[in-house]
């Protein structure tokens, strides 16, 4: 007996932990749950950060943008505000989570209305299906944030609930489902943003409870009871959903799994090898393409048999092998090589390409002084009366001593009869020139 209560007692050491000053974390959760000034700025480039997360498919950027975001502070403060019957705090908390929310969905949309990249990458596409698993997650990771929170221990924790629960991601993909008009990435986005902040405000209200904060009336106990009711409910409805997912989801795994087996155990036989398998669910085949070795007639059927013990009682088999096989390899082998073919036509157009920017960026350098010349003819005449004409071109300048040439632009100005320019005027004209014509070498023939 006194064993156990040895044990009951070290067991207690280890887990148990207390609310250090309950005023200071209500004051703190309190103060959180405000947007404003520097606050929503700050989510605005988390927003864009995640955003660009999203979009080139960056893991360490997305997870930046959700260490910046201060989303967390008015979904706890929800849950806190409900935990302790503080109507006033509860306005204020949904009221900012709402502005903040309506923000980062209209930023994203922004955003990926004006980037060139639109195709969605496996980042982003991984926030449109969420299942039971995001409600543990949320559930879990909102309440390591409130003990932290309670415990003055926020400093390590906070950042990784930010990061477990992800609420930054969900938004932006909400805003690409908006931007590119995919609605089911809007709503399953939507969904999972709403199952991390439902189940860590009821994470941090369970909290709140568990350790007796101090308590405000919010009217009869009758009250009491119904805002309970409807705590209850919101989190069963926000549930729901998510276990239909993840039951699909599973049995989809267990399909995949139950293919493989099949067609590794059933089909396998020295001298063949099984190249690839594809499931049709709507004509119900499994068609499989096999190299080497033919499997028998007999072989077939008896893998036909052995289908339902793979939960594939519905599905036919087909086997594709000897010329059969050596048509799909040879389509699968031409269209590689169109590929190829694609690509390469494809990198001799941008060479083409590049080529043509080029000719034309040097074509446009000997054909701008043209026009810049007749540009400048009355601005000399009103700078420097002396001077009748003057003749713009490229030259290039190669010295005897030496390999090297330079290119420069030639100016060659002439001079009415019976005029001349000062030493002055003409370093005058040279300045004058060198700003206009933008060159990087100036020769100036006088005559």
């Known amino acids: 007996m006194m064993n156990t209560f040895n044990l009951q007692s070290k067991i207690k050491h280890f887990f148990h932990f207390s609310v250090e000053n309950e005023d200071q974390i209500i004051q703190e959760i309190s103060e959180?749950?405000?947007?404003?000034?520097?606050?929503?700025?700050?989510?605005?480039?988390?927003?864009?950060?995640?955003?660009?997360?999203?979009?080139?498919?960056?893991?360490?950027?997305?997870?930046?943008?959700?260490?910046?975001?201060?989303?967390?502070?008015p979904i706890i403060g929800m849950g806190l505000a409900v935990g302790i019957g503080d109507l006033d705090l509860l306005k204020r908390a949904a009221r900012n989570f709402g502005v903040a929310t309506l923000i980062s969905v209209l930023?994203?949309?922004?955003?990926?209305?004006?980037?060139?990249?639109?195709?969605?990458?496996?980042?982003?596409?991984?926030?449109?299906t969420p299942t039971i698993y995001d409600v543990l997650i949320a559930t879990c990771g909102g309440a390591a944030g409130f003990i932290a929170l309670c415990t003055h221990g926020k400093s390590n924790?906070?950042?990784?609930?930010?990061?477990?629960?992800?609420?930054?991601?969900?938004?932006?993909?909400?805003?690409?489902?908006?931007?590119?008009?995919?609605?089911?990435?809007f709503l399953g986005a939507f969904y999972l943003f709403f199952i991390n902040t439902v189940f860590i405000s009821l994470s941090t209200y369970v909290g709140v409870r568990l350790l007796h904060f101090h308590r405000k009336r919010l009217g009869t106990a009758t009250l009491e009871a119904k805002a309970r009711r409807v705590i209850m409910l919101l989190a069963l409805l926000t549930l729901i959903p998510s276990v239909f997912v993840?039951?699909?989801?599973?049995?989809?795994?267990?399909?995949?799994?139950?293919?493989?087996?099949?067609?590794?155990?059933?089909?396998?036989?020295?001298?063949t090898q099984i190249i690839s398998n594809e499931v049709d669910a709507d004509s119900l085949l499994l068609s499989v393409v096999?190299?080497?070795?033919?499997?028998?007639?007999?072989?077939?059927?008896?893998?036909?048999?052995?289908?339902?013990?793979?939960?594939?009682?519905?599905?036919?088999?087909?086997?594709?092998?000897?010329?059969?096989?050596?048509?799909?390899?040879?389509?699968?082998?031409?269209?590689?090589?169109?590929?190829?073919?694609?690509?390469e036509e494809r990198k001799r157009l941008f060479e083409v390409s590049a080529r043509n920017t080029e000719l034309s960026a040097r074509l446009d350098g000997y054909t701008r002084y043209e026009t810049l010349s007749v540009e400048m003819g009355k601005e000399l005449n009103a700078l420097f009366p002396q001077i009748d004409r003057i003749c713009l071109a490229n030259v290039v300048e190669a010295r005897t001593d030496t390999?090297?040439?330079?290119?420069?632009?030639?100016?060659?100005?002439?001079?009415?009869?019976?005029?001349?320019l000062s030493t002055d005027e003409r370093k005058r004209f040279q300045t004058y020139m060198k700003a206009r014509v933008a060159a990087d070498s100036l020769l100036v023939v006088w005559r």
């Not at 927003?47 to 893991?59: P, R």
């Open 157 to 185: 924790v906070i950042p990784g609930v930010a990061i477990a629960t992800a609420l930054m991601p969900p938004l932006c993909t909400a805003g690409y489902g908006l931007a590119t008009g995919h609605f089911l990435y």
């Open 32 to 73: 959180g749950v405000s947007f404003r000034g520097a606050t929503l700025w700050i989510l605005i480039f988390a927003i864009f950060i995640a955003s660009l997360g999203l979009n080139v498919n960056s893991t360490a950027v997305i997870i930046g943008a959700m260490l910046v975001s201060p989303l967390m502070g």
């Open 403 to 420: 390999v090297a040439s330079q290119r420069m632009v030639a100016a060659i100005v002439n001079v009415g009869a019976g005029k001349k």
């Open 246 to 271: 993840t039951i699909f989801m599973v049995r989809q795994s267990i399909f995949e799994n139950n293919v493989s087996r099949f067609v590794k155990k059933e089909l396998a036989q020295s001298g």
């Open 290 to 343: 096999a190299v080497g070795r033919e499997l028998t007639s007999a072989k077939i059927a008896d893998a036909q048999n052995r289908m339902a013990d793979y939960g594939m009682k519905s599905y036919r088999l087909n086997v594709i092998q000897g010329e059969q096989s050596d048509s799909a390899l040879m389509l699968l082998s031409q269209l590689n090589k169109d590929n190829e073919q694609v690509s």
């Open 107 to 128: 930023t994203a949309t922004v955003y990926f209305l004006l980037t060139p990249l639109g195709e969605a990458r496996s980042e982003l596409l991984a926030r449109t």
